[in-house]
């Protein structure tokens, strides 16, 4: 079971990283929560810089970057 | 070592594409006026002297003058910022004095790649990392402002002299009104929670190799160029119709050099506008083409987006009232000293 997080405060970038990280999950078919986290304070946690950011089971896998569903796949096999 | 040995032998071919695109990209672009008045006068066989034929070639000539060099500056600047992650740019502005460090802020804005969606994170990674308040606001105004898309178009309408003192002075502003912030010492006008957040590492920095920095610069391409060539177009289109027909001083009464008040109105106007770099060209375009004093239009252009409303909301998240205020005030000041600089010299 993976814990996928979206940290951004809802640009449209945000919501794009969003959907194709749900593509990523149902392509693999794995188990997954994905959760988006929208408050500045809790995005800052994690101690990144830009927005919109990945995180996978609590570790940041990438910054500032829309990831496309097949660049996100390589963080979750 | 094999590895080593890749990387060696990727460079020649390499910097011989690279050599060959450019070569091919110089020919092109400096027929380019050639080609227009092939097309215009040899193809389509439009009269000579005529409006329609001015505009149309002016047209034909200027929007593909405008893509190429758009393509070519966002592809180097792509490459460039590959090279200045935000956590690059906090660990050298971190440590260093004001003066110094409102000045390097100011230059990195230019090069770290920036979205003013990410401000407010940005924002909160320096100056938990010990940057001065005054040094950090110098790179929030510089990166948005000196904007690239701005400059390549200021450069292909307008030419360099216009595009250098727009780079210059943008970077004047967003040193020095980084170091007024400095000098009123307003940081405990910053929200309380910000300084309470811990620092945390953040990402570990990728290293990437010439080939990834390519793709980035690719992807920039991509990205900004698909953005932007509509209102690229709209824009000489719009200065295409003003080159062949309207009189050119329309505007010039009330938006020219005699009158003192228009500087400080075109900033009031442009600073709850929201434009990008791109979609503002048009509009500065027509201005310019129906009388506008120059220094007048620049300040428009810079006060609708190095300061917008949207960017306010964002910010008021970090910032309390009065730093919001001091913020886009001493900003706002500075553009219009440029603004009157600039109708003054010209």
Known sequence: ???????????????????????????????????KVDKIQDIMKFGVMTTPALVVDGVVKSAGKVLSADEIKKFLG | MNTGHVIRNIWPSLVLKGAGLLLIWGVAYWNLELFSGWITYGVLGLPQGNHFSTAFQFFIFETPKVLMLLTLIVFVVGIIRSFFTPERTRRILAGKRESVGNVLAALLGIVTPFCSCSAVPLFIGFVTAGIPLGVTLSFLISAPMVNEIALVLLFGMFGWKVAAIYLGMGLIIAMVAGWVIGRLKMERHVEDWVYATGLSAGLEEEQLDIAARIQLGRDAVRDIVGKVWLYV??????????????????????????????????????????????????????????GAALGTVLAFMMAVIALSLPEAIILRKVLKPRLL??????????????GYLFNFIM
């Open chain 2, 325 to 338: 205020a001091a913020f886009f005030g001493v900003v706002a000041i500075g553009i219009m000293a440029v």
């Open chain 2, 233 to 290: 177009m709209i824009g000489i289109a719009v200065g295409a119709g003003i080159h062949g027909y309207v009189p050119a001083n329309a505007m010039a009464s009330f938006m020219g050099k005699g009158a003192w008040w228009s500087v400080p109105l075109a900033v009031v106007i442009g600073v709850p506008m929201y434009s990008n770099a791109a979609g503002i060209i048009p509009i500065v375009q027509a201005l310019l083409g129906k």
């Open chain 1, 1 to 35: 079971m993976k814990k996928i997080q979206i940290l951004g405060t809802g640009c449209s970038k945000c919501k794009t990283l969003l959907a194709n990280a749900e593509e990523a999950v149902k392509a693999l078919d794995i188990e997954a929560t994905i959760e």
